[in-house]
């Protein structure tokens, strides 16, 4: 994003040796760079906000300064060797948001173009590669009101159609908006047990795959929901990490698979990228998937963003609008 008074941009940075809390983050203005030969220079109109920009900014991440992975704008300059952009394009039309969104409101439409691509493909490798969920399948979606979550649940069930989805959530609030995204059982697992509820609602069989991107609060009981030769798969560590696990309770739950995938191992080719984003956008498109915009906050306000999605006080996605 640039600061027009000064044309410069603007970055939301931590210090490498004074990391912490929400109120680490500083807005920093930097020059405005010019774009390598490969590379596209795009004026930010809006930034998506992702558990990971937390992860970055502790340090459990190490090593990023800057915070933040996502965005959408307009294009100011290309590089020589780039022929598929042109500079004035702007990335929301070459994502193909649904017009009725364009139309609404002229920056909705970077809204949603920086809502989706991280949390949107994330759901699409995990419920696709990591698993290729199917009719037959039971589910188990945790902080299913959250970004990724939100998404997970209506690719498995509106668009994968599969048999089941259970889904946690932190709040009563937050069970009506994982209910709207079309989970067949939602748990609240401040309240109740969630594996004792997942028993309930399976007969005891478990679930064919477990999606857990909360970590540290539920990975124990993630494992004892996935049903004999079943797959248990940890994405995240919103709660915290994980600590080390014995190979043998894989074997005790029923030869199940565990994976920790990472999104970038999914992207890792352009051909990768270009096939996952055009299934993703063609459900975005003929409106069989819906974005959740949760909140759209000033970029210079970045921190409350952080302090909202850490205490776990948002649904949906959060922009930042410079
Ligand atoms: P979310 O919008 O899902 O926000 C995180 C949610 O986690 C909260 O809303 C909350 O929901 C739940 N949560 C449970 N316990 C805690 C806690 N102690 N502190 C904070 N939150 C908690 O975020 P994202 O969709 O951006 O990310 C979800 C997960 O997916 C993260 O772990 C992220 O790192 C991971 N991820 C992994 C990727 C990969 O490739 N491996 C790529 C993208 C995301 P509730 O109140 O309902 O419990």
């Known amino acids: 994003a640039t600061d027009e008074s000064s044309n410069k941009r603007v970055l939301i940075t931590v210090d490498e040796k004074d990391r ?148 946690t959530v932190g709040s009563d609030d937050k069970a009506k908006v994982a209910l709207q995204s079309g989970a067949d059982y939602v748990i609240n697992y401040e309240k109740e047990d969630f594996y004792e509820k997942v028993n309930l609602f399976t007969k005891g069989k478990g679930c064919n795959v477990v999606y857990d991107g909360v970590g540290k609060a539920t990975w124990e009981k993630s494992l004892k929901c996935v049903s004999p030769l079943g797959r248990v798969v940890y994405f995240g560590n919103s709660s915290g990490k994980i600590p080390p696990i014995d190979p043998l309770e894989l074997t005790k739950q029923g030869s199940v698979t565990l994976v920790r995938p990472n999104l970038a191992h999914f992207i890792a080719t352009p051909e990768a990228l270009q096939a996952r984003a055009k299934e993703l956008f063609e459900w975005i498109e003929s409106q069989q998937l819906q974005i959740r915009i949760g909140a759209a906050i000033p970029l210079k306000n970045a921190a409350k963003a952080h302090q909202l999605i850490e205490s776990r006080d948002t649904t949906g996605k959060i922009v930042l609008i410079p």
């Open 20 to 167: 912490g809390g929400p109120e680490k983050l500083k807005v920093t203005l930097g020059e405005i760079p010019v774009p390598s030969n490969s590379q596209v220079l795009i004026q930010v109109k809006a930034c998506g906000v992702n558990f990971i920009d937390v992860y970055h900014r502790t340090g459990l991440y190490p090593g990023i300064t800057e915070i933040g992975k996502e965005g959408a704008g307009v294009i100011l300059a290309v590089g020589k060797q780039v022929e598929q952009f042109k500079v004035g394009q702007n990335t929301k039309e070459l994502m193909v948001i649904p017009e009725p969104l364009l139309k609404t409101h002229k920056e909705k439409g970077y809204i949603y173009a920086a809502a989706i691509p991280l949390q949107g493909l994330t759901a699409h490798y995990l419920c696709r590669s990591v698993y290729d969920v199917g009719p037959n399948d039971t589910v188990l979606v945790h902080a299913g009101a959250g970004g990724t979550g939100g998404l997970l649940i209506q690719i498995c069930k509106k668009i994968l159609k599969c048999k089941c989805v259970i889904t």
